[in-house]
């Protein structure tokens, strides 16, 4: 459920065009790491599937995200559309990370996104898989932030 004032073009019945755009869009904002900012991009009453998490609402949603880039360190993403059909959007993805003890990490997944009709992510249902790598064995080296727009996708990564 969403206000009236809250929106988040581009809006659905997505095409293949406006979905890439959605896909980017999600990927800039998690490379921002600010949850507050990151849960606007959901309604209220989002419901969430993360690995064994789940959480429902914007507030639970940002205390998610606060545990999760509390713990994992240089955090930088990668998302590629998968499928595209009305209100909804698949995804697969890769993140690169290390912990506390300076251990790295691919993390590989996907995602089912489900919107409103103002453009708000009402269901997200997340699978990940963490791969321990080295830090030779990166392939994420832009500097942290937004992915720059000449930085290669995940296709083109291999991966």
């Known amino acids: 459920m969403s206000t009236p004032h809250e929106s988040r073009p581009p809006y659905p019945p997505f095409t293949r065009e406006t979905a ?13 790491r600010d949850p507050e900012r990151v849960s606007l991009a959901y309604t209220a009453d989002s419901k969430w ?14 205390e998610f995200l606060k545990r999760k ?18 209100h909804r959007i698949a995804v697969r993805f890769a993140y690169e990370w ?11 997944g996907n ?13 997200r249902f997340a699978s990940i898989n963490d791969l321990a790598i080295t830090e030779s064995e990166r392939k994420f080296h832009w500097p942290q932030g937004r992915r720059p727009d000449d930085y290669p996708g995940l296709t083109a990564l291999g991966l």
Request: hydrophobic content about 35%; overall charge negative; proline content about 1%.
């Open 49 to 62: 599937r993360n690995r064994s998490e789940f959480p429902q609402g914007r507030a639970e949603i940002v």
């Open 111 to 123: 995602e089912n996104w489900e919107f409103d009709e103002h453009g708000l992510m009402r269901l």
């Open 20 to 32: 890439i755009q959605k896909v980017r869009m999600a990927e800039d904002g998690w490379n921002g």
């Open 98 to 108: 290390h912990d506390d003890k300076g251990n790295w990490f691919r993390s590989y």
């Open 69 to 86: 880039w509390e713990r994992e360190h240089e955090y930088r993403l990668i998302k590629e559309l998968w499928a595209v059909e009305g």
